[in-house]
């Protein structure tokens, strides 16, 4: 089995498929995905400039996922700080707690 892949749109750029490519290799894997994608979020279908979008794991590389286009999908921040908690900052998550125990009174 080999250990990269190659993104014909990338000019034959060979790309890890288990761990982060170097941040050049990244940046044009994130713009192939984003086009793909046509900008949009794909949970929320929100349009998302390339600056502030998010290239999401759909699998994360730590489950067994890989670094393949087949497995990126172009993000929203706020979509994807809801499939990552940990992304969120203490006062995102306060306030969202504090929406969820309310709501149950």
Not at 19 to 31: D, G, T, V
Not at 55 to 65: E, N, R
């Amino acid at each position: 089995m080999r250990n990269t892949f190659e993104v014909p749109e990338l000019y034959r750029i060979q790309i890890p498929w288990y761990r982060r490519p170097p941040i050049e290799i990244w940046r044009q894997l994130r713009q192939v995905v984003y086009c793909r994608d046509h900008g949009l979020c794909m949970y929320c279908s929100t349009a998302v400039a390339l600056h502030e979008c998010h290239i999401h794991h759909v699998q994360p590389l730590s489950q067994g996922g890989t670094n393949h286009p087949s497995n990126l999908k172009t993000v929203c921040v706020r979509c994807h700080k809801e499939r990552h908690p940990h992304m969120k900052t203490k006062a995102e998550a306060l306030r969202i707690d504090y929406l969820t125990s309310s709501s149950n009174l």
